[in-house]
């Protein structure tokens, strides 16, 4: 039967699998350079639902974790370690998720960003301090990682391009997108989509011209399937085409006002509260625990009759009929 099938798919793998009450066989077949058809085992099968389970994971015995399994589970602890996650930015948000990533147990991290760490990053990049101004944040992230679990496997790349169609991105099971700019942040939910990659995107604002200041934070845990960012209206379109422009025609563009390069105000409470709001979804996922809040607001202001930190769901609505990133995604 497998070699016949081999035939028929043109070069491509056939696998089959048989599962029961949470374990799986699983093995894959391809016809190799010299023409036999060979057979290899799945280690791992990930199954993506309500909740997200990693059949076969092996189990964690690291002492580390005592307290943290008695939360979450041995299931949810070996699924954890047997997961391929990318961070998609390590600056402010994204170097709370690698410490979040770490402590938690996550084994199998790959890392993008292209900026070196400056002294203004200081007050919230947590991975860093003085004596690594100048470094890649990615290598500073890595080694901070390394330093928390020295089993923990760590991968670095340049950041995301306009056009990119950045491979090391089509083999991880989750992306956590860390970025700062809605340019990287719509190229990551089109990779999402056309690879049916969960994508967790982590996004924070401040807006300092209204008094007093207000500063939020948005988590989207957006599944293969369901409605994207493009479909939330979520996504500034000016902002995604200034992005995909050549450096000189951004210049041209802040010349008459447009996309100011001014930095924006950051602050190391609003990352943090929003990261870790966000990773409480991701292992309510993972653990099963509960159904995960698939879309998250943060709101530091509060009201006027309840000042104060608000974190609230809110309702997904379906898929947009003729969305121009989901639309052709069955
Ligand atoms: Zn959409």
């Not at 007093?212 to 934070?217: D, E, N, Q």
Request: charged share 20%.
């Amino acid at each position: 039967m497998a070699p016949y099938a081999v035939d028929l798919l043109d070069g491509k793998p056939y696998a089959a699998a048989v599962w029961a009450r949470g374990v799986i066989r699983a093995d894959w077949w391809r016809r190799s350079t010299d023409g036999d058809v060979e057979r290899k085992p799945f280690d791992t099968v990930t199954v993506l639902g309500d909740n997200i389970k990693v059949l076969n994971a092996p189990d964690t015995t690291d002492t580390r974790f005592a307290r943290q399994t008695l939360l979450l589970g041995h299931r949810a602890q070996a699924a954890l370690a047997a997961l391929r996650v990318a961070i998609v930015g390590a600056g402010g948000t994204g170097s709370h998720v690698a410490l979040g990533l770490a402590y938690l147990g996550f084994r199998n991290v790959i890392v993008l960003d292209d900026d070196l760490v400056e002294t203004t990053n200081l007050n919230r990049l947590v991975t860093a301090d003085h004596a690594d101004i100048g470094s890649p944040k990615t290598i500073v992230t890595s080694r901070r990682m390394r330093s928390i679990d020295p089993m923990i496997e760590v991968q670095v790349f340049p950041g995301l391009t306009p056009a990119g169609e950045h491979p090391e991105l089509h083999d991880v099971d989750l992306l956590i997108s860390c970025v700062d700019h809605d340019g990287p942040r719509h190229r990551l939910n089109q990779i999402a989509i056309d690879t049916r990659t969960p994508l967790l995107d982590i996004a924070t604002g401040v807006d300092d011209h209204l008094q007093p200041v207000a500063l939020g934070g948005r988590v989207f845990l957006m599944l293969p399937g369901a409605a994207c960012l493009t479909c939330l209206n979520e996504l500034d379109s000016a902002e995604i085409s200034r992005w995909a422009k050549p450096d000189h025609q951004q210049a041209v563009d802040r010349l008459h006002g447009y996309g100011t390069g001014v930095a924006n105000p950051s602050v190391i409470y609003l990352n943090g509260l929003t990261v870790h709001a966000a990773l409480a979804e991701l292992c309510a996922w993972i653990s099963g625990a509960r159904e995960p809040a698939r879309w998250l607001d943060i709101d530091l202001l509060g009201a006027v009759k309840s000042p104060g930190t608000q974190v609230g769901p809110r309702r997904i609505p379906g898929r947009v009929p003729g969305c121009i990133d989901c639309g052709y995604d069955k």
